[in-house]
């Protein structure tokens, strides 16, 4: 079948898309930006299309053809993304029924009791599972709990606060049931319920084979990974507010982020029915223990496949760096730094492309560290975001606080900047051959200031330039020099 693909560069999407190809399907993938999507594997596979959910007129070519089209978006992270959502959902729904799409498949989260007020994350969800089931074309809505994976939101936050803290006090939710499914069951539900016949249009719910608290489900994830028994408190006193900033402070997952998925911990989340799995006959799901297992030999063996951090980042649409021919004009601040290196330009990549996460940033630290924590105490997403891979980018995913917007191999990177700050900055470094068997290494900071705010930012952060920037050139052309390029 001919299946299109909506939210490719997240995680979800970002597997789903090489099963499909690998299942034999025809896939087409759905995109704001094609070049988010030119890094991928699989891309040279697929056909990938520029729209957006947002403007109508963008979707009839998307559509065109389409068999399966998967909803897979969400603006998670985004303070209006329950009417994003929306809008999202509505014109997805009328773009599939104009081109006579036969089966819709979106992927959701678990339905509250009837009687509980649900979070505005699960509120959302619920409202796009039914705009969709109304569309007129059969719909197959998987009602998901947490998501037990390598590189998922939910596993990070679990992972993290597990790992970091031997003993906690922790909100009530904490004592809630729970059916985690693994990210390996999620995608084969996905893919047999294209194979459903059309007669079935309803939500389904998933799970994995454990019901378990959250509390027990941190227990065990320290017994799988070897760490002692943890001591946790449960109290009354801490609010969803209070513990989305408890969690934005210790895992990787920015507050704007834990916020929404703390806010729907407070329900139950435990199926209350198995019927898709008795329509797709096939293995059991996994249990909770082994799914972290897998999980975890992903994360040490360094294959990652794709991180919540990969979806479009804070703010998705890509504003053309200062310098580009398309820019408006305005206040500008650049800081530039040049160095010859006694080494080839491949080795210098190597370095470059190599920065950030586990390998550091090559200059000053604390400088580094602290500036991430002011960024985590305003609501950022900090230093934690680290790398999906310890040595290769991709354009579009995210790498600490920046986001890698431009990629050529051997030559450029360039990182937007996702910190909190009163403008918009990028930093850029190049390797360049210098025709001797040497190489050039370039570097710019780039801010363009939003305000009186700006400005004052920028001239409030010049005095650490000649440490930050000077030391991290200095650094980047040593370690060319002296380590065979690599970190």
Known sequence: MRCLVTGATGYIGGRLAPRLLEAGHEVRCLARSAGRLRDVPWADRTEIVEADLSDPATLPAAFEGVEVAYFLMHSLGRPDFEQLDREAARNFAAAARAAGVRRIIYLGGPEPPAHERPSPHLRSRAEVAHLLLDSGVPTVVLRAPVIIGSGSASFEMLRYLTERLPAMVTPRWVENRIQPIAVRDVLRYLIGAATLPPEISRGFDIGGADVLTYREMMQRYARVAGLPRRVIVPVRLLSPWLSAHWVGLITPVPNSIARPLVASLIHEAVA????????????????????????????????????????????????????????????????????????????????????????????????????????????????????????????????????????????????????????????????????????????????????????????????????????????????????????
């Open 272 to 487: 209350h029915e198995n019927d898709l799995a008795e329509l797709l006959p096939g293995s059991e799901p996994l249990g909770f223990d082994e799914s972290v297992r897998l999980a975890l030999g992903r994360i040490r063996d360094a294959e990652v496949e794709t991180r919540w951090s990969t979806a479009a980042g804070l703010n998705p649409s890509a504003e053309p760096l200062p310098s580009d021919p398309d820019w408006s004009g305005g206040s500008i601040y650049v800081d530039e730094r040049t160095r010859p290196v006694a080494a080839p330009a491949d080795r210098l990549w190597r370095v470059i492309e190599g920065v950030g996460g586990e390998n550091g940033w090559y200059s000053f630290p604390l400088a580094w560290s602290v500036r991430g924590w002011l960024d985590r105490l305003a609501g950022g997403v900090g230093l934690r975001r680290g790398r999906r891979d310890r040595h290769r980018l991709r354009v579009g995913e995210a790498l600490d606080w920046w986001r890698v917007e431009e990629l050529e191999p051997g030559s450029l990177l360039r990182l937007r900047a996702e910190m909190r700050v009163p403008g918009r900055a990028w930093l850029e470094m190049r390797a360049e051959p210098d025709g001797d068997g040497g190489s050039v290494y370039r570097q710019r900071a780039v801010f363009l200031p939003r305000g009186l705010g700006g400005h004052l930012y920028w001239a409030s952060v010049v005095p650490f330039h000649g440490i930050v920037f000077n030391g991290m050139a200095r650094n980047i052309t040593r370690t060319a020099e002296t380590s065979g390029g690599g970190p």
